[in-house]
C-alpha cells in the first residue's frame, strides 16, 4: 500500500524557513517524480512544486519560485520543501503527492501538513 | 496560465438524483483534465484522469466527459458519500503550469 506521511509544519513568523518532509512507503520511491501541492484555509488547491524520479528536472509555480527549494533523497524514501522568505499569504496545508510516469495527475497523496505564517 | 472555472459553485441534490459539475478551461487542454473528490479534513481523490478514465476503485456511477475547453463530471444516482466538494485539474502544459478550478461542493439538499 502507498504510504505518503508529511511533517515538518507549525507556525513561523513572516520571513522566517520551514522544512517540509514526506516519507514514503509502499512502492519504489526512486522510479516516481514526486510533487507538492498546498491549499490555504477554506481556499482550492494550488501546484506548488514537482521533481522528477532521479531530481533531474525541477520546477515551481511562479508564486514560489526563488523562495521554496524541492529536493529528494531516494536513499531514504524521503520528498522534502525548504520553504524561505515566507509570507501570509504561504499559509496552508501542504501535501505530498505522486503522480504516475508520464502523468500529470496526482494518484496518491499524503494526509497534509499544516503551515501558518503569522506574527 | 491555463484557468479553470469550475460551475456552479454549490450543487444543492438529494441522493439518488443525478449530479452534473462542469469545469470550463480558458483554452484547449485537449483531453488532459482530471477530476478530484475532497472532503473535510481529508486529502482530494482522483476520481477521473484524461477527461474520462476512472481512476482504480473509483464506482461506475462516475463518469467523465468533454474535450477542448468544456468538460462534465456526472454521478449518475448520488449516494450519501458523494457529497463533498469536487476540483477539476489540468495538465496541458506539464510538468508546468498544473492549474486547478476553484471547486463545485455538492451539498445534501
Known amino acids: 500500500e502507498v504510504q505518503l506521511v508529511e511533517s515538518g509544519g507549525g507556525l513561523v513568523k513572516p520571513g522566517g524557513s520551514l522544512r517540509l518532509s514526506c516519507a514514503a512507503s509502499?512502492?519504489?520511491?526512486?522510479?516516481?517524480?514526486m510533487n507538492w501541492v498546498r491549499q490555504a484555509p477554506g481556499k482550492g488547491l494550488e501546484w506548488v512544486s514537482s521533481?522528477?524520479?532521479?531530481?533531474?528536472?525541477?520546477y515551481y509555480a511562479d508564486s514560489v519560485k526563488g523562495r521554496f527549494t524541492i529536493s529528494r533523497d531516494n536513499a531514504k524514501n524521503s520528498l522534502y520543501l525548504q520553504m524561505n522568505s515566507l509570507r501570509a499569504e504561504d499559509t496552508a496545508v501542504y501535501y505530498c503527492a505522486r503522480g504516475r510516469p508520464g502523468s500529470g495527475y496526482y494518484y496518491e497523496w499524503g494526509q497534509g501538513t499544516l503551515v501558518t505564517v503569522s506574527s | 496560465e491555463i484557468v479553470l472555472t469550475q460551475s456552479p459553485a454549490t450543487l444543492s441534490l438529494s441522493p439518488g438524483e443525478r449530479a452534473t459539475l462542469s469545469c470550463r478551461a480558458s483554452q484547449s487542454v485537449s483531453s488532459y483534465l482530471a477530476w478530484y473528490q475532497q472532503k473535510p479534513g481529508q486529502a482530494p481523490r482522483l476520481l477521473i484522469y484524461d477527461a474520462s478514465n476512472r481512476a482504480t476503485g473509483i464506482p461506475a456511477r462516475f463518469s467523465g466527459s468533454g474535450s477542448g475547453t468544456d468538460f462534465t463530471l456526472t454521478i449518475s444516482s448520488l449516494e450519501p458519500e458523494d457529497f463533498a466538494v469536487y476540483y477539476c485539474?489540468?495538465?496541458?502544459?506539464?510538468?508546468?503550469?498544473?492549474?486547478f478550478g476553484q471547486g463545485t461542493r455538492l451539498e445534501i439538499k
Open positions: 485539474q489540468q495538465r496541458s502544459n506539464w510538468p508546468r503550469g498544473i492549474t
Open positions: 509502499g512502492f519504489t520511491f526512486s522510479s516516481y517524480s
Open positions: 521533481i522528477s524520479s532521479s531530481s533531474s528536472y525541477i
